[in-house]
């Protein structure tokens, strides 16, 4: 067997890193593969955060009776949307809450993930709407990131964060939080004080 050469060596770990990272990408953006969703389990869906599926039932919407996903927002149950079970533009919109495992990874990877600020106000608020739509929960926690940075800055400096970059973080925050609190099983407003523990706890065992 040959002498393996440098070169050799950092590509393999190189390329173990980057399927490493899309792997996650792929878990954090859709959660787990699903086919079918079952009442009484809770989903996310799109921007509209976290959703209880109440109901399948028959409905006739568009002239003819289908099976319409019933969902009910977590924190605004007197809301009601309705998704065809067979219209996959919007069923695609619909992933799995997060296990504990990949909340610890995603926690894990906050440090490390880049901010993605756009200086275009425009472009910005459309990317921003993207990436909540997306259910991408490395996005949105780079959007998170990028916000609350932003707004520490301006507050130094005596400014605001613009009106739409405020609603932008705050539904962020509201979208990531309310799903760690569901599965970790603990309270929205202690999800950051949780993040940040884990933060310290994880730059303690693995120092740079």
């Known amino acids: 067997m040959g002498d393996v050469s440098p070169v050799d060596v950092s590509a393999f770990f190189i390329k173990a890193f980057v399927d490493k990272i899309t792997a996650l990408k792929n878990i954090f953006r859709r959660g787990t593969v699903r086919i079918m969703f ?13 959703c209880k599926i109440a109901d399948i039932a028959k409905k006739d919407f568009t002239g003819k009776n289908e099976d319409y996903y019933v969902l009910k927002p977590v924190t605004q149950e ?17 992933y799995p809450t997060l296990s ?8 894990k990877a906050m440090p490390d993930e880049k901010e993605i600020w756009i200086d275009n106000d425009y472009v910005r608020q459309s990317k921003y709407k993207e990436i909540l739509a997306s259910g991408d929960r490395l996005e949105i926690v780079r959007m998170i990131k990028t916000l609350y940075s932003r707004k520490k800055r301006r507050v ?10 405020e609603n932008f973080l705050r539904e962020a925050e509201a979208n990531l939080y309310n799903e760690f609190a569901l599965v970790l099983d603990i309270k ?11 933060i310290e706890v994880s730059d303690i065992k693995d120092p740079v």
Request: neutral net charge.
């Open 38 to 50: 079952k009442i009484d389990e809770t989903v996310n869906y799109s921007s509209c955060g976290l």
């Open 78 to 94: 007197n809301l009601t949307y309705y998704v065809a079970v067979n219209n996959k533009s919007l069923t695609d919109k619909m």
């Open 100 to 107: 504990k495992s990949q909340i610890y990874e995603l926690i």
């Open 156 to 165: 130094e400096k005596g400014k605001r964060l613009m009106k739409c970059d």
């Open 188 to 198: 929205p407003d202690e999800v950051l004080p949780f993040i940040v523990s884990n």
